[in-house]
């Protein structure tokens, strides 16, 4: 579909008859795989137990985001040279083999195996998703479409594990899994009416080529350095500061050139999405622990924040969709502010001499600029890409995101470890608050500076 930056979006946009099928199949599969998300965060000390896997409690994670890694990589490539429906669709049924095979686990071994599937589908779905997007709606109605999902997410995150553990209690922790295929199946049946209406692809001449073996080196380097955070010792920091070169020397293979200077265009793209998504996970890993063992809260409380970030972020979605001929530059350094003040909240609430409440006010302030940024970087996204490098630079988005909020939660568990404990966080919190408060600075600053033309 044509790009159109000046003609009006059609009334409706997201249910005309053109679009309602893949509305409707998008906003479903993204709605599940956030309850997934949640619901296996939930039920996962409870599926642990009973495996007798508690020494391998974050594995099911790591190998969750290890095989994402490498899969974001594999479908931008394959996005670029043959579209989005074969990742998009592939990765659907592998995501769907890992919910039977994680849901049927008799042991810890076959649980991991499901989850590396789930993650493996997952990956694949995700940048094909907003390939889909992209090819499907123009330039004007993608805000309506990213305000959408913002919401599609928000339900998952409210009520995503409250009904994850009466599902757990009362059906058992199997049905986590096995309970979203027939849906999932539902969402993908959808997206195949879709596909058979999209005009064959035809790739480009010349396409950017992800690394494979740089996105493996990538993705273990991730988890090196995860593995580091949890586990601080002499050793850790050996091993985590090596995983650190390898991320930069493999980052370099997946990135657009000069994302890690911060070059103006893309670059800066995409160097944004890494800097606000670190940011921002790296407080909501943090917060839950400052608000109970800083301030007392109990711990349906303390997780009280990160609701009203969801809210928040999709309010400042909503409100960004309603408005197609905003200044998507503008927005991103309008949410990066935001975000800077909410972060400043985080600060605030590190010290038990300054109330807790706080951070009920600041996080949805937060959350509503993580909701005016986000789609304005994949809008900018769109706008500064060929067509034929879209897959490349939609899978080197999501990975930013990835390694940052990683790098960034593994720095506050160094902190924790070094300056503090899990009983005392505050001071360590206190720092790490800083440093984020100068991300998002960093962020404000960086977007700033734009080429004269988009």
């Known amino acids: 579909m044509t790009d159109t930056l000046g003609a009006p979006p059609k ?161 058992g922790w199997r049905w986590v899994f096995l309970g979203l295929v027939p849906f999932v199946a539902v969402g993908t049946a959808m997206l195949v009416v879709v596909a058979r209406r999209l005009p064959p692809h035809v790739p480009g001449e010349r ?46 293979k997946l990135l657009p050139a000069g994302t890690l200077s911060g070059r103006r265009g893309l670059p800066t793209v995409v160097a944004s999405r890494g800097l606000i998504a670190a940011a921002y996970a790296s407080m909501e890993a943090f917060l839950p622990l400052t608000m109970s063992t800083v301030h007392g809260y109990s711990p349906s409380m303390a997780g009280l924040p990160l609701t009203l970030t969801a809210l928040g972020w999709s309010a400042g979605s909503a409100v960004q969709g309603r408005y197609p001929d905003w200044s998507r530059e503008t927005s991103l350094r309008v949410g990066f502010g935001l975000v800077a003040f909410g972060l400043v909240g985080f600060l605030m609430v590190s010290q038990p001499w300054l109330p807790g409440w706080i951070a009920f006010v600041v996080c949805t302030i937060g959350g509503a600029g993580m909701g005016i940024a986000m789609p304005a970087i994949s809008v900018l996204l769109y706008r500064y890409s060929p067509e034929s490098e879209r897959g490349f630079n939609t899978s080197a988005l999501q990975l930013v995101d990835w390694v940052g909020s990683a790098l960034l939660i593994g720095v506050g568990g160094v902190l924790l470890a070094a300056l503090a404990s899990a009983e005392h966080p505050g001071p360590a919190v206190a720092v790490l608050a800083m440093i984020t408060i100068g991300i998002a600075c960093s962020g404000v600053f960086l977007t700033g500076r734009w080429p004269e033309k988009a």
């Open 11 to 171: 009334k409706g946009v997201l249910w005309t008859p053109e679009h309602r099928v893949t509305t409707a199949g998008l906003l479903l599969l993204v709605t599940l795989v956030a309850f997934e998300a949640m619901g296996v965060a939930t039920a996962m000390p409870t599926m642990v137990a009973a495996l007798h896997g508690q020494s391998l409690y974050s594995w099911p994670f790591t190998g969750f985001l290890v095989a994402s890694v490498v899969a974001t990589v594999l479908s931008g490539r394959l996005g670029d040279r043959k579209g989005p429906v074969p990742a998009l669709l592939g990765g659907l049924v592998v995501f769907v083999a890992g919910l039977l095979v994680a849901g049927s686990a008799q042991d810890m071994a076959t649980l991991l195996a499901g989850r590396v599937l789930q993650g493996l589908g997952s990956g694949f779905f995700l940048v094909a998703y907003s390939l889909l997007i992209a090819l499907t709606y123009t330039d004007r109605e993608r805000p309506v479409m990213y305000a959408a999902t913002a919401a599609a997410w928000v339900l998952p995150a409210v009520v995503g594990p409250f009904v994850a553990g009466l599902v757990t209690v009362h059906f």
């Open 207 to 252: 396409q950017a080529r992800a690394s494979v073996p740089a996105a493996v080196a990538t993705a273990l380097g991730i988890a090196a350095l995860s593995w580091a955070a949890q586990h601080p010792s002499p050793l850790a920091l050996g091993y985590g500061a090596a995983a650190l070169v390898v991320l930069a020397v493999a980052l370099r």
